[in-house]
């Protein structure tokens, strides 16, 4: 079986992922169109840029106010990176001791290499039991070895609980946030697709509409045989399995069918519950803005002799689908410390503008342009996602486990150049800058050449109407001006640099009689 | 004091009077002001976009031009965070190089930050008698970690009137070649930094790097705005109260 982070694959070729996991049925999104497309189609959906607005908005506040309250933030911030790094540079270690305790507790544990070992593990559990009607807790990983989609194959009714995941699932879309996966949506659209599905008229009330959900999921809770749910931590010295929910469907996927199934990416290890506390008050804050979490479920082996609650068999997959490369790479290992709160897509500029689905892969925002491009090494479209980026930082000031996504971000482009997907146009332009501005000479004669062309031949673009010349016009449709123009002016030309003004400056060493320092410039 | 004036290729070639404003300012503050010409640009293009051996070769340069100065000041944070947060990394396989970078690092400040933490002075008796919005620059506050500098230079200069910009820490949109490549969402970004600019009413922006600056006046001037552009040394070398409008005009 190939594995997805070692496998090479061209350019032109569709993902792994699409043509192992997904057969015909669905399009990666990721190969289907450039970053571009997907970006500037996501800019054309007003319904959406308002909605990530509000909600990433709203986010901000009650994280600004959750972490002031707690005080230390930026302490807590130095406590979860060390664990966590500590945790990854011990993995192998922490995940024996993980899987022999969660046995020795009545676990069966699986290790998963990829998407599709994963899945079959799933599916051989689910025949097994003959399972006609599964019910799903939210879960990134579940997400990222397409479970639904393989179960429905088989049919068998994969149903998400989590409200947010059912509405991407009644849309037949996928989750556009880690935390928030309907955050896309407005509660008309809601109230449309809650109709579509149970043929009832609602109101746009959005009590109405969660009543309505409970109703239904509730149905699927009580039928299920069986219940998959994601982890959020699993600790190492007891070998248990921690999930954090808002809704409570996580506890009832994971108690009430008989059969559970936890998949968990291979990071998600903590070595001890003293290490839980640090992540319970991370995680709620940089994800909602919550002091705690309102539920969270620790489970440790399946239901015992006189227990009332809880399934008779647990199942833990445990899935590396590319993480083993980010280990062996210290220059990303540190991508597995995140603890999938979403805080760098609610700072994120980009991500504001564009939303989820212009990333086009399973994780969005900067995490998600991060650790695409690293679990799927070598795929051009994933590489991509590394120029998703102003490069701002403010991903890496959010993340309550200091992941140096900015860093990562421009090691993945020096990779991406590495491996030949730049256009060769672009690779002279920079070969001649390096050249040009690695010497003064021959820098200070391109300068003079620049201003010389815009002020003698090309004009002055003012306002993009009738005054600008008509050279300028044209050089304005050719990119990469072209981008820059359509929101742009462009600045206006110095008649002088500052090296040719500065013997005159040298001159006049007062300011006030320096003609330069009258900086009033005509509109 | 003694200062290398490190100018930046975008202030030298777009921007000259603010390389003035800069001198005058560290002049006016009693600094011996030099110009090593030999100096061109710090890499950061090249290096932002994946280019890292053409960036090594600008930044080689720029290492050697600032060699032997005492203090090297420059009017961008992100050129000053590209010297303090890249350069020991791309010099990596040469000690030497490597040596020299983290001896640049520590004689490399933005102006602001020199003036505040080098000077020890948050007041140069500028007096603007206007409404301003600052808008921080990314490179300058979270990379190089300069946040507060340009706040307190700002509280003292009289009769000003800052006025809070909602999101103010949202990126401008520039980003370098991000601009360009992803230039609708760049596009989208600036136009809610101009409409957060607008709603403040204020006469005039002021920020600590020409990039930024550059982007936002270009997309307040294509949309017909009159608020004044200033980078902070051409504000603060204000020192007697006017009406008179300066800036690049929007």
């Not at chain 1, 021959?442 to 109407?465: I, M």
């Not at chain 2, 390389?19 to 030999?38: A, H, I, M, W």
């Not at chain 2, 230079?153 to 991000?178: A, I, M, Y």
Request: net charge negative; hydrophobic share 40%; glycine share 8%.
């Amino acid at each position: 079986m190939n594995h997805p982070s070692t496998e090479r694959v061209s350019a032109t070729e569709p993902s792994p992922f699409a043509t192992k996991q997904l057969g015909d049925k669905i399009e990666n999104p990721l190969t289907q169109k450039s970053l571009k497309h997907r970006a500037d189609d996501a800019l054309r959906d007003e319904y959406l840029r308002a909605a990530v607005a509000f909600t990433t908005d709203r986010l901000r506040g009650r994280k600004a106010d959750s972490t002031e309250l707690l005080g230390e933030w930026e302490e807590w911030r130095d406590r979860g990176s060390a664990i966590r790094s500590h945790t990854i540079a011990h993995l192998d270690y922490y995940l024996r001791e993980f899987s022999d305790r969660a046995a020795d507790k009545g676990a069966t544990v699986y290790f998963a290499a990829d998407a599709a070992e994963a899945q079959s593990i799933v599916l051989e559990i689910a025949h097994k039991k003959e399972a006609r009607i599964v019910a799903k807790s939210k879960s990134m990983v579940s997400e990222e070895v397409h479970i639904n989609h393989v179960l429905e194959d088989e049919g068998i009714t994969s149903v998400e609980t989590d409200l947010g995941e059912w509405i991407v699932q009644l849309a037949h879309e996928t989750p556009s946030h880690i935390i928030i996966p309907a955050i896309h949506k407005n509660r008309f659209q809601i109230q449309q697709l809650f109709e579509a599905e149970g043929g009832e008229t609602l109101s746009s009330e959005t009590s109405v509409l969660a009543g309505y959900a409970r109703r239904r999921l509730r149905e699927t809770f009580l039928k299920a045989e069986i219940g998959i749910t994601g982890c959020n931590f699993a600790i190492a010295e007891t070998g248990s399995v921690v999930l954090f929910c808002n809704e409570g469907n996580a506890r009832m996927v994971s108690t009430l069918p008989k059969t559970h199934i936890v998949m968990m990416g291979m990071e998600r290890i903590l070595p001890a519950w003293d290490d839980l506390e640090v992540m319970a008050n991370l995680l709620p804050r940089s994800a909602t803005g919550q002091k705690i979490t309102v539920y969270m479920t620790a489970l440790t082996g399946p239901k015992k002799k006189a227990e009332l609650d809880g399934p008779e068999e647990l199942h833990i997959v445990i899935l590396d689908n590319g993480r083993s490369g980010a280990l062996a790479d210290p220059e990303f290992r540190e991508v597995l410390n995140c603890i999938r709160c979403g805080a760098c897509l609610n700072v994120c500029p980009v991500y504001r503008q564009v939303g989820g689905h212009a990333y086009g892969s399973v994780y969005p925002g900067p995490i998600g342009a991060v650790l695409t491009p690293i679990l799927q090494q070598g795929l051009k479209a994933a590489g991509e996602l590394s120029y998703a980026s102003s490069l701002c930082g403010a991903c890496f000031e959010a993340c309550p486990v200091k992941i140096p996504l900015h860093d990562m971000l421009v090691h993945l482009r020096r990779k991406y150049v590495e491996n030949g997907f730049e256009p060769p146009i672009e690779k002279a332009a920079f070969k001649a800058f390096g050249t040009i501005f690695s010497n003064r000479t021959a820098y200070e004669a391109a300068g003079k050449a620049g201003r010389w062309l815009q002020l003698n031949v090309l004009g002055k673009d003012t306002d993009r109407s009738a005054q600008a010349s008509p050279l300028m016009k044209v050089a304005e449709r050719i990119e990469p001006l072209a981008g820059w123009t359509a929101h742009r002016a462009l600045p206006e030309t110095a008649q002088r640099s500052f090296r040719e003004i500065w013997p005159e400056l040298l001159d006049h060493n007062s300011a006030s009689q320096s003609p330069e320092l009258d900086d009033s410039y005509g509109a | 004091m003694k200062v290398a004036l490190f100018i930046t290729c975008l202030v030298d070639q777009l921007y000259p009077e603010v390389g003035v404003n800069t001198l005058r300012l560290l002049q006016r503050l009693g600094c011996e002001v030099t110009f090593p010409k030999s100096q061109v640009c710090c890499g950061q293009p090249a290096f932002n976009s994946g280019y890292v051996d053409d960036a090594r070769k600008v930044a080689k340069n720029n290492l050697k031009a600032f060699d032997g100065a005492d203090y090297v000041v420059s009017p961008s944070g992100s050129c000053t965070g590209m010297v303090h947060h890249y350069y020991e990394e791309l010099f990596a396989d040469s000690p030497r190089l490597a040596a020299d970078a983290k001896s640049l690092k520590t004689r490399t400040f933005e102006l602001s930050q020199f003036i505040v933490n080098v000077l020890k002075t948050n007041d140069v008796g500028a007096v603007f008698p206007h409404s301003v919005v600052y808008h921080p620059s990314c490179h300058g506050s979270r990379l190089l970690g300069v946040k507060d500098e340009p706040l307190q230079l700002l509280s003292k200069v009289r009769e000003l009137k800052l006025r809070p910009l909602t999101n103010s820490q949202d990126c401008c949109g520039f980003g370098g070649t991000f601009a360009v490549k992803l230039s609708e969402v760049s596009g989208a970004m600036v136009t809610e930094k101009v409409n957060n600019i607008a709603a403040t009413e204020a006469e005039y922006l002021v920020g600590t790097d020409m990039g930024c600056l550059m982007n936002i006046a270009g997309s307040m001037r294509r949309r017909g705005m009159q608020t004044g552009v200033l980078h902070l040394s051409q504000l603060l070398n204000r020192t007697e109260a006017s009406d008179r409008k300066q800036g690049y005009n929007a």
